[in-house]
């Protein structure tokens, strides 16, 4: 039986970044066992529907790399893709279990189910449930007589319907990452499988689809593992064959804690795909980074592609502890794949960044000349345009912390400097020259290195730190850098 897995979001917002890992983890699982990797849209809560959400689903997973098999821009056998489109088939599916005894159509209202509660409670219950003992004294087609629980379907009566829980049974099963599972169901409610809005429950849809759209493995996060007795309850109730579940770890804040959008918020981590992607960070990047965040292959490698990830994952190396997102982690990773890249891969990259920032980049000789110099210095690829912006426009403003580092004496140096430079030929201004011309200065003023040096770079590109100054002064040309000397004279001294 070939391996099926399921990415299966609810567009109620953008993809949220563990919701990218769980996506990950089924993807690199398909992968590895030359399986399937479907999406499916879980979109049955309409209050919480969101319209663009499943485009930003979609265009997430595409820039991380992930190519879906099937789903609701990749039509396959088993569609519709979208819950929303299978409603009769839930129906269908519900009346069917309503036949065979495991479920029954329930007409209480919120006030009379509330009621129970009341009553359960003041009679010592801390836990009140529409259970096996309750289900008894409500209304619903198990204690009504039978023609009027027709009566009040034809007449359009308001009705939903319940699993009927077994009392007191033990479910117990296999999750390949957790061992065995077991749950008592003497606390459960008799799950709700269709509401009185017609669609169906989280529970009833889950399951119908992952049946019907024979997926063999459900993995998914570990928030979800409550839900899964119900559902295991739910596939004897139908006779058919649970799939193999797994359930991932959480993912952890570095403070402690799960990592909700507050917590990341606050500790400066983006939460939403869609703001790696604006953030500029290195797709090949934060897949590596994520493929650790709760498994690892064994050994102490770190840098794997995505399709050496895919012939390493299995989910027996997956842990069952929580998961710390640690971004300088992720850091390292984009440096590295930033490192990796080629100069002509990150040009036009660059290139489109700058000029949205309203640089002008030259001719790409030039722009292939200032990657050089930045490649080594980079992390994230938005800063060639931040570190390297004097390179496309003298400095406007002049850095406050380099400004600390500029002196009384700066002037002088700054000065002495441009004397030399000056005298130097178009053709002779080189980086070496204008090297040696530094270290005249620094022997005729009997000063250190850095006293000549910081003043000329801050002059020259703004900055108190940056790429390797010379062959920077180079780039710039003469007619530039005296320039902007004059200009910093002028402003500075
Ligand atoms: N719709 C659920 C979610 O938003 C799916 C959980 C599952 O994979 O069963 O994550």
Redesign the pocket.
């Known amino acids: 039986m070939s391996v099926r897995v399921?990415?299966?979001?609810?567009p109620?917002g953008f993809l949220h970044i563990g919701?990218l890992r769980?996506a990950l983890y089924n993807y690199l699982f398909a992968r590895h066992h030359g399986g399937t990797f479907v999406l499916r849209i879980?979109d049955t809560d309409q209050s919480r529907y969101v319209e663009d959400a499943e485009a930003d689903i979609i265009r997430s997973l595409e820039w991380a790399g992930m190519t879906i098999d099937e789903g609701p821009n990749a039509p396959g056998d088993v569609g519709p893709y979208r819950q929303s489109e299978r409603k009769a088939m839930y129906h269908e599916y519900a009346k069917q279990l309503i036949e065979s005894g495991n479920a029954y159509y329930a007409f209480d209202t919120t006030e009379e189910i509330d009621e129970m509660r009341e009553r359960l409670k003041a009679s010592g219950n801390p836990s009140p449930k529409y259970d096996s003992i309750t289900r008894q004294s409500m209304k619903n087609s198990l204690t009504l007589p039978q023609d009027e629980v027709e009566r009040r379907l034809e007449a359009g009566e308001e009705y939903v319907v319940r699993l009927k829980v077994p009392r007191r049974e033990t479910v117990k099963f296999e999750d390949l990452i957790r061992g065995i599972v077991s749950f008592d169901t003497a606390g459960l409610d008799d799950q709700v499988l269709l509401k009185s809005d017609g669609m169906p429950t989280?529970h009833l849809a889950?399951v119908v689809d992952?049946h019907t759209m024979n997926i063999t493995h459900?993995?998914?996060?570990e928030?979800?593992l409550s839900?899964a007795p119900k559902?295991i309850l739910l596939y004897q109730a139908f006779g058919w064959e649970a799939p193999t579940m797994a359930h991932l770890p959480l993912i952890m804040s570095p403070s402690g804690g799960k990592l909700s959008k507050r917590k990341a918020e606050s500790e400066g981590i983006p939460v939403n795909t869609k703001d790696y992607i604006s953030g500029n960070y290195e797709p090949e990047a934060l897949i590596n980074f994520l493929a650790y965040l709760g498994w690892s292959p064994g050994d102490d490698s770190e840098i794997h592609d995505m399709k050496e990830l895919c012939e390493l994952f299995t989910l027996d190396r997956v842990s069952k502890g929580g998961a710390v997102f640690n971004h300088k982690k992720l850091m390292w990773y984009n440096e590295h794949y930033i490192r990796e890249a080629s100069i002509e891969d990150l040009q036009p990259r660059v290139k489109a960044l700058a000029e949205a920032a309203g640089y002008d980049t030259k001719d790409d000789a030039y722009l292939n000349t200032v990657l050089g110099l930045l490649h080594e210095r980079v992390s994230k690829v938005d800063e060639f345009v931040e570190m390297g912006s004097f390179f496309f426009e003298a400095p406007k403003e002049y850095d406050e912390k380099a400004l600390k580092k500029w002196k009384d004496d700066s002037p002088g140096m700054v000065k002495a400097y441009q004397e030399k430079v000056s005298a130097l030929a178009e053709e002779e201004f080189k980086a070496a020259n204008l090297k040696a011309a530094l270290e005249a200065v620094v022997a005729e003023q009997e000063v250190g290195f850095g006293k000549v040096m910081m003043p000329v770079r801050i002059a020259t590109t703004g900055q108190g730190f940056g790429p390797d100054l010379f062959p920077a002064l180079e780039l710039l040309g003469k007619d530039e850098v005296l320039a902007r000397i004059e200009t910093a004279l002028e402003r500075l001294a």
């Open positions: 399921r990415f299966a979001p609810s109620t919701g769980t879980e989280y889950n992952d459900v993995i998914r996060g928030e979800w839900s559902h």
